[in-house]
């Protein structure tokens, strides 16, 4: 699989190579994640800032804990022509923990997402064994600093594949 990224190369070496300080690290969890909840909101689903340079989704997954729904958006990697199934990397860019997301879905998989405006309902598989081996291969492809995060954490990156979920009459 190729690197899906938007834009110009030029522009996209440059933010792999933002994405990848640490500096980064520090600022872009607190940040970005806010800022695109308050855009996607206020374009009602329509626009998701940071899915202009790498594909993107915002998930609604109940809390591990409260249950209830949890705004977050995030990269992805779409997977074949639909798309029907996603794969999301908990990478936290690259700090100690897992995200609070991944534990959410591991608690409670079904979940849905936004993809380009579109709610579409979901159930999440963590990934393991050769499975998760040849989607981080993937996933490396598609955008290597998440190599550069998993280098700086002892704990193995979670990934999940994500897949539309047919919903049953309500």
């Known amino acids: 699989m190729t690197n899906k990224a938007k834009g110009t190369a030029p522009v996209v070496r440059l933010a792999q190579r933002v994405s990848s300080t ?27 800032l940071s899915a202009r340079l790498l594909p993107g989704v915002v998930l609604t997954a109940r809390g591990a804990r409260s249950g209830l729904p949890r705004e977050t958006p995030l990269a992805c990697m779409p997977e074949g022509q639909g798309p029907d199934s996603w794969i999301v990397v908990g990478s936290n860019f690259g700090r100690p923990r897992h995200p609070a997301w991944t534990a959410n879905l591991l608690a409670h998989p079904d979940a849905e997402i936004s993809w380009r405006g579109t709610r579409v309902p979901v159930t999440a598989r963590l990934l393991a064994g050769e499975e998760r081996a040849a989607a981080w291969r993937a996933v490396l492809e598609f955008w290597p600093p998440y190599a550069t995060y998993q280098r700086r954490v002892t704990r193995e990156i979670r990934l999940f594949r994500i897949e539309r979920r047919q919903e049953t009459g309500r």
Do not use: I, N, Q
């Open 22 to 48: 640490e500096t980064f690290a520090r600022l872009a969890p607190s940040m970005l994640p806010a800022f695109d909840r308050a855009v996607h909101r206020l374009t009602r689903g329509r626009v998701l």
